[in-house]
């Protein structure tokens, strides 16, 4: 069967926890480490990555406005990252949402021309023909 490590492994979600310190900013300055610890843990038994976040350094904003986590991230097997290689992850803008959604996406840079796009229905104008031969 394997380990996680052998298939494309993508979990994404609100863990409730953060890695270090660093990603929680509260007025209280409350800091668990036991969780830090515990979670960070949780992800080196998995063998899963967590890559770096890009568009914002936290993902959940209490409505105070100074109390911040980055708990929300998508944790990848190794398998998934060699596959698709220039995956990252994006915090959105919270909007009404105290959670920023995460976008997991791949650098498009490589993929080469964008395919034509029409609508289909242009095919039934009597005139269309006419149209893309002249303008070909």
């Given at each position: 069967m394997g380990t996680l490590s052998d298939h494309n492994v993508?979990?994404?979600g609100d863990f409730n926890a953060v890695w270090c310190r660093e990603e929680?900013?509260?007025?209280?300055g409350v800091f668990?480490?036991?969780?830090?610890?515990?979670?960070?843990?949780?992800?080196?038994?998995a063998l899963l990555m967590d890559l770096p976040l890009q568009g914002r350094m936290f993902t959940q904003y209490r409505g105070d406005g100074?109390?911040?986590?980055?708990?929300?991230?998508?944790?990848?097997?190794?398998n998934w990252c060699l596959t698709w290689p220039n995956c990252?992850?994006?915090?959105?803008?919270h909007g009404?949402?105290?959670?920023c959604p995460l976008v997991l996406t791949i650098d498009v840079e490589n993929w080469g021309p964008k395919p034509l796009r029409m609508l289909k229905c242009w095919e039934s104008l009597s005139s269309y023909n006419n149209f893309v031969r002249d303008r070909w």
């Open positions: 993508c979990v994404c929680r900013r509260s007025v209280g668990n480490a036991v969780w830090s610890d515990n979670f960070n843990n949780l992800i080196d038994r100074r109390s911040m986590s980055r708990i929300d991230r998508f944790l990848l097997s190794e990252y992850q994006v915090a959105m803008s009404l949402s105290d959670h």
